[in-house]
């Protein structure tokens, strides 16, 4: 059974730092590209960084480029989000997931994410 379990939210000021974590079970992680996600209330949900099944290719959304870095763990079926500069509008419930393929959509198998939460 697949399992994702986010966690490393919380409340933190403008320009701030966190380092979010999904423990990934279930299946094989080095097998798949994995994202990070968020969605914000009343907003849609939207994919910010996916990283390739060694960690050597990285993509990210443009509205947090330069500040957020995703990286895994294969041997700890870990799969992290190192957030810093972080703004107002990065406040969001965060969610990892497998891709299918690069290109590819995720899983049907969310977890329940973790808050984050930027304001001062």
């Known amino acids: 059974q697949v399992q994702l379990v986010e966690s490393g939210g919380g409340l933190v000021q403008p320009g701030g730092s966190l380092r979010l974590s999904c423990v990934a079970s279930g299946f094989t992680l080095k097998t798949y590209v994995m994202g990070w996600y968020r969605q914000a209330p009343g907003k849609e949900r939207e994919r910010v960084a996916r990283?390739?099944?060694?960690?050597?290719?990285?993509n990210y959304a443009e509205s947090v480029k330069g500040r957020f870095k995703i990286s895994r763990d294969n041997v700890k079926n870990t799969v992290y989000l190192q957030m810093n500069s972080l703004k107002p509008e990065d406040t969001a419930m965060y969610y990892c997931n497998m891709l299918t393929s690069w290109n590819g959509d995720p899983s049907d198998s969310w977890g329940q994410g973790t808050q984050v939460t930027v304001s001062s």
């Open positions: 990283i390739e099944n060694f960690g050597v290719g990285t």
